[in-house]
């Protein structure tokens, strides 16, 4: 019903920067909210920033100012600006959309993910 493909990952230094998008298809309906999460192996998976159709934005504690999510609702992408990029920050990042299926209420639905490494 509801399609995300993520793009953007990669290779980059400590200190450089990234920018991840996400495309969504199929039964999105507004209002909704977009954003990432990240996950490490061993670890549970993280919110990393979101973004509803209002435009609030919600952050992770740690990014601490160095990530930007943005949006295009009309075109169901989110995008995420990582900025001043740390070892820690890698990760695969994941895509995410939740939203209201009608008659199955609201649901979230993910990406495939983005693996984003950053070398120290």
């Known amino acids: 019903q509801v399609q995300l493909v993520e793009s953007g990952g990669g290779l980059v230094q400590s200190g450089g920067s990234l920018r991840l998008s996400c495309v969504g298809s199929?039964?999105?309906?507004?209002?909704?909210?977009m954003g990432w999460h990240r996950q490490v192996p061993g670890k549970q998976r993280e919110l990393v920033a979101r973004m509803d159709t209002e435009g609030s934005t919600v952050y992770g504690d740690f990014v601490k100012g160095r990530f930007v999510v943005s949006r295009d609702v009309a075109k169901n992408e989110v995008y995420l600006q990582m900025n001043s990029l740390k070892f820690d920050d890698t990760a695969v990042y994941y895509c995410?959309?939740?939203?209201?299926?009608?008659?199955?209420?609201?649901?979230?639905?993910w990406g495939r993910g983005t693996q984003v490494t950053v070398s120290s």
């Open positions: 199929g039964s999105i309906s507004s209002p909704n909210a």
């Open positions: 995410y959309v939740r939203t209201f299926i009608e008659l199955r209420g609201w649901r979230e639905f």
